[in-house]
């Protein structure tokens, strides 16, 4: 949600989401949830066209932000804006872009999620939203020991907080 929120308040009308498969029950869907929120919050209305969901097997891939962001501009559908739910598939992203004559971020902006040390390489550098790795990693092995020492210690589910990152793809 939080970076949805980031590239409306940039001027994007047009978001795509790159998005999970449908039957993914995980990150991607809760992913796909906040950008929902966020554009529903600023009373922009979805457009299922912009929700692109992977061609390949593997969703978090390079060649799935690639293949979905040619399919997209061939399709003629407009947008402003790539939101990709991972780095790795927004920098597959970038290169269609790339190869298809846009530019970014003057025709088309891109953000991904993870904050991946790649992103500071991409050209232009990627803008995401950094995951607080070890402070995630410290709350599952405290999770994990709970459970096993306490086997009817109550499941917790936590959000972490991110860091935004603007890089020059916004």
Known sequence: KRMVEYLIGTGRKRIAIL?????????G????????QA?????????????????????????????????LIESGVPFDCVYAISDTIAIGALRALHDCGKKVPDDVAVAGFDG????????????????PDQEMARETVDALFEQLQHTDAPKRHKLFQGELIRGEST
């Open 19 to 27: 998005c999970a498969k449908e039957t993914d029950e995980s990150i």
């Open 39 to 71: 554009l529903a919050g600023k009373k922009i209305p979805e457009d299922p066209k912009l929700i692109l969901r992977p061609e390949t097997e593997h969703t978090y891939s390079y060649e799935n932000g690639y293949r979905c962001i040619k399919k």
């Open 116 to 131: 991946i040390d790649a992103v500071r390489y991409t050209v232009p550098s990627l803008t995401t939203l950094k995951q």
């Open 29 to 36: 869907s809760l992913r796909l949830e906040g950008y929902r």
